[in-house]
C-alpha cells in the first residue's frame, strides 16, 4: 500500500487548508485512516482518524476545527483545517490500517509541511 498526501503549505493564522491522501496499491482493504502530526521538539501525535464504518477520533485540541471524512471507494482520505493556529504548524503524516496477506498492517506516506504564521 502507498500513500500519497497532498496539501499543506504556508497559512496565516484563522485560515483553512485542506489535506488529501490517496491510498494505491492491490490485494488490500483499507480498514482505518488518519492522521498524525509532529512538530519540532514534540512528539509525535494522533490528529484524527477514521474507520471504515465512519467512526471518527479527534486529538482534543482540533476538536470543532478539524475535520476528517474518507470515500471508501477511493481509499482516499480528507482532513478539513479550519481556524488554524500556530501550534498547527507541523509536519503531517497520512496513515493507514490495512487488511492484506491475511494480516492487518500500519502503513505511512510521506509527510506534507503545515505551517501556520503571520
Known amino acids: 500500500v502507498q500513500l500519497q498526501a497532498y496539501g499543506g503549505g504556508l497559512v496565516q493564522p484563522g485560515g483553512s487548508l485542506r489535506l488529501s491522501c490517496a491510498a494505491s496499491g492491490s490485494g488490500f482493504s483499507i480498514v482505518a485512516m488518519g492522521w498524525y502530526r509532529q512538530a519540532p521538539g514534540k512528539q509525535r501525535e494522533l490528529v484524527a482518524s477514521i474507520s471504515s464504518g465512519g467512526h471518527t477520533n479527534y486529538e482534543d485540541s482540533v476538536k470543532g476545527r478539524f475535520t476528517i471524512s474518507r470515500d471508501n471507494a477511493k481509499n482516499t482520505v480528507l482532513l478539513q483545517m479550519n481556524s488554524l493556529k500556530p501550534e498547527d504548524t507541523a509536519i503531517y503524516h497520512c496513515?493507514?490500517?490495512?487488511?492484506?496477506?491475511?494480516?492487518?498492517?500500519?502503513?505511512w506516506g510521506q509527510g506534507t509541511l503545515v505551517t501556520v504564521s503571520s
Open positions: 496513515t493507514a490500517e490495512a487488511y492484506s496477506n491475511s494480516a492487518y498492517h500500519d502503513y
